[in-house]
């Protein structure tokens, strides 16, 4: 994706990426990559956003960062400035503004986009993401950037027919998998936590991203591809890379002990990784 990055450990989108000092600290910490927080035109403002951990993973009902585009454009631009290796995470209300807003990325120096169009807290979650939606927005943001870019998606239901919409409208990559629909009980209420059915993630979808992954490489899908689900170890990123990942995203485990967790994987994967690529090569 036009990055030269020291590691395949890429940190992911989310909440502890939603400021310009913490993306800095993570690339000091090692990381190979950061992926911002999802800048959007215009973020909902009615939504509770909270999450909720579970012994296997987290909920969580964010969706999009609530910082002005033009902030997110300064920051942007000082991270080029700086030759860091930054990717911008994007998304709109339509195609059209999608690749509006991809336009307006690169001209701040950035060298890569992830759009992110799976988001299942939005009001329809994925029973809109299709195949000819992943083409709609892919297709309008290459029509208006040269910058590469991942679609990220998420597992489950019509995975290969969106990955090869995604390839058709453009993309460089896909980032595999965002979130998938998951709930919980609270014990004291009976009730759901967060209130319904929001983004599960963590080490509970591994099994199924580290299946999606293999799937597609074996039906003969080349584009790279950054997987993303669970990982919490260098174990975890040597597996993905097993599979036919070329990177690996972070993001869950990270909310424990951030730099901490963030530097022991990198350390572990540098041991291990190697040993498991020679092994499937």
Known sequence: MGLRIRNTVIVGS???????????????????????????????????????????????????????????????????????????????????????LAAEVQATGCRALELGISCLNEEDGLEEDTPERVYAYTAATRARTSLPFSVKLAVGEGLADRVRAAAAGG??????????????????????????????????????????????????????????????????????????ADAVQVYTALHTDMHATLRRIITESAGIAPKALEATT
């Open 14 to 100: 989310g909440l502890l990426t939603d400021q310009e000092r913490n993306i800095r600290r993570l690339l000091e910490t090692g990381a190979g990559a950061v992926v911002t927080k999802t800048i959007h035109p215009s973020p909902p403002t009615d939504l509770d956003e909270r999450l909720t951990r579970l012994p296997t993973g987290m909920l969580n009902s964010t969706t999009y960062s609530k910082r002005p585009v033009g902030r997110w454009l300064a920051a942007l631009r000082s991270f080029a400035q700086d030759g860091l290796p930054v990717i911008a995470s994007v998304h709109a209300g339509s195609p059209e503004e999608l690749g509006a």
């Open 171 to 244: 993309a460089d990559a896909v980032t595999v998998s965002d979130t998938i629909p998951g709930a919980a009980i609270s014990p004291a209420t009976g009730e759901l936590e967060l209130g319904g059915v929001f983004g599960y993630s963590g080490p509970g979808i591994k099994p199924l991203v580290l299946a999606a992954i293999r799937r597609l490489r074996a039906r003969g899908f080349d584009l790279p591809v950054l997987g993303c689900g669970g990982v919490a170890s260098g174990r975890d990123v040597a597996d993905y890379l097993a599979v036919g």
